[in-house]
Structure formats: C-alpha cells, structure tokens
C-alpha cells in the first residue's frame, strides 16, 4: 500500500537558516510527487510537483524538491527561510498509470516554526 | 487567480442531523475531490469524483457520505446522520486533467456536538 512518511513532526529553524524537510514515501512505481504547505487557518497551497524529468524541481516561493529513486525521497529545501514561512508542510503522493484517480496520500505533515 | 471556494468556512451541528458542505471548483476543471482532516492528524482522501461519477473512495466514504455535482458548478458533500468523530476539516479540491495537481479549497470546519 502506499505510504508517505515525514519524520520530523516540528522543526525550528532561525531565520536565515535553511531548511530541510525530509519526505519518505512507499510505492510500487514512481508515483506523482507534491509538497503543499498550509498556514494556519488556510487551505492547502501547492509549492512544488514532480512528475518525470529533472529529480531538482523549483517551486514557489523559493523553495525546491530533490526526488531520488534510490532513497525513495523527496525532500523540501529552502536556503534561507524567511519568518513568514513558518506554517505546516504536507509531503504527497499520487498513483500513475490506470490507477490513478487522482487520489494523494498526505504525509503526517511537519511543523515550520521560524525563530527571530 | 481562479481558486476553489468553500461555503459555510464553519459549520457547527448536532449529532444525527444532516449537513450539506459546497464547493465551487475552478472553472475548466474536471476531477473534483474531498479530504478531511481531523485535528492533530494528517489529510485523509474521501472520494475523487469524474464525469459525473464516483471514480475512487476510500473506507471512510460510507453510505453516510454522498457527493453530487447539482448544477455544473458546485460540488457538494453531504453527511446524512452526523457523529460526533465526523468533526473535522473537510477541504474540496479540484483539477485540470488528468494525472495533475489538485488544487485546494481553504476548508470547512465542520463542527458536531
């Protein structure tokens, strides 16, 4: 079955600092990759995706992604984080193929707190 | 920017009683979704809805759980006989195509007492 793990539940970081989201996920195949990001008492908004191609995605608001096969990974990274980043980050996954019904599995989430 | 609007942002009701969650999707979008979330824990997929149908749900979609897209517009949840674990934050989402990113609803938070 497929599963997203996102290990660290809360991280603090100073502002300046980067940043890094660890993102693990269980799947047959290279399933479609998301990270959204939720700030309190918002909706999900989406930051970056991968599909196929290049393993190094950008997204918005300055953030990137690495997909690596061999580690099953997707990890959020973001080289100096800015107080309004602190939010809540949701790593995702979705099927390919003739499975695919557009369903995402959501990670437990990871707490951004960004330190003055 | 088109987005996917939610209505009411709050709901609260009492446990057996009937409520109706709405959604309007982006326009040009085709697939439409449900996810909750209970507080504390992480996005749980409800159902993905296409053409019309029900494409996938997952074990929390009971018979408890309907969805219908009334008008070509909006896109609507309704939870027949509430309980009190069916307190959560439902998010609407929508997409384009295909094997796309959804894009998500700020969300209902559905309160039962």
């Known amino acids: 079955a497929q599963s997203v793990t996102q290990p660290d539940i809360h991280i603090t970081v100073s502002e300046g600092a980067s940043l890094e989201l660890r993102c693990n996920y269980s799947?047959?195949?290279?399933?479609?990759l998301f990270w959204y990001v939720q700030s309190p008492g918002q909706g999900l908004q989406l930051l970056l995706k991968?599909?196929?191609?290049?393993?190094l995605v950008q997204g918005i608001k300055g953030f990137e992604a690495e997909f690596k096969r061999s580690q099953s990974s997707f990890n959020l990274r973001k080289p100096s984080v800015h107080w309004s980043d602190a939010a809540e980050y949701f790593c995702?996954?979705?099927?390919?193929?003739?499975?695919?019904?557009?369903?995402?599995?959501f990670g437990q989430g990871t707490t951004l707190q960004v330190k003055p | 920017e088109p987005e996917v609007t939610q209505t009411p942002s709050h709901q609260v009701t009492q446990m057996g009683q009937e409520v109706i969650l709405r959604c309007v999707p982006i326009?040009?979008?085709?697939?439409f979704y449900w996810y909750r979330q209970i507080l504390g824990q992480k996005v749980e997929f409800l159902v993905s809805?296409?053409?019309?149908?029900?494409?996938?749900k997952s074990e929390i979609f009971d018979d408890q759980f309907s969805v219908e897209r009334p008008d070509g517009s909006n896109f609507t949840l309704k939870i027949r006989s509430t309980k009190l674990e069916d307190s959560a934050m439902y998010f609407c989402?929508?997409?384009?195509?295909?094997?796309?990113?959804?894009?998500f609803g700020q969300g209902t938070r559905l309160t039962v007492v």
């Open positions: 989402a929508s997409g384009p195509e295909f094997n796309t990113e959804a894009f």
């Open positions: 799947y047959g195949a290279t399933p479609y």
């Open positions: 991968y599909f196929s191609g290049d393993t």
């Open positions: 995702a996954v979705g099927a390919r193929g003739s499975s695919n019904t557009g369903k995402l599995i």
């Open positions: 326009s040009n979008h085709l697939y």
């Open positions: 809805f296409y053409n019309n149908e029900i494409s996938e």
